[in-house]
């Protein structure tokens, strides 16, 4: 599996900006999707996940802000971001499950201007 993420930004406080993540390769056996982000001298953190059949899961610090989406037909797994924050600054990685494994893609850089 290939996850190739894309949308990441410079946006002010209070913005938004909404990251895409389009898979490929062995895509049939993917179950869970989310997201990651990684904030400069912290560990990756969980941010967003979205299974097959929809069930969602968000981080407290996200929860009532940003909104996890998925296209089956596509592929694709959205995480739409509102009222940004200066602390949600950092890389945001996508990521998948298998039965067998998971994957991540390259990242995406979300920068929150103060």
């Known amino acids: 599996v290939q996850l190739q993420a894309s949308g990441g930004g410079l946006v002010q406080t209070g913005g938004s900006l909404r990251l895409s993540c389009a898979a490929s390769?062995?895509?049939?056996?993917?179950?869970?999707m989310g997201w990651y982000r990684q904030a400069p001298g912290r560990q990756r953190e969980w941010v967003a996940s979205?299974?097959?059949?929809?069930?969602?899961g968000y981080a407290g610090s996200v929860k009532g802000r940003f909104t996890i989406s998925r296209d089956n037909a596509k592929n694709t797994v959205s995480l739409q971001m509102n009222s940004l924050k200066p602390e949600d600054t950092g890389v945001y990685y996508c990521?998948?499950?298998?039965?067998?494994?998971?994957?991540w893609g390259q990242g995406t850089l979300v920068t929150v201007s103060s």
């Open positions: 990521h998948s499950i298998t039965l067998t494994s998971d994957y």
């Open positions: 390769g062995m895509i049939v056996s993917i179950n869970t």
């Open positions: 979205i299974t097959r059949v929809g069930s969602t």
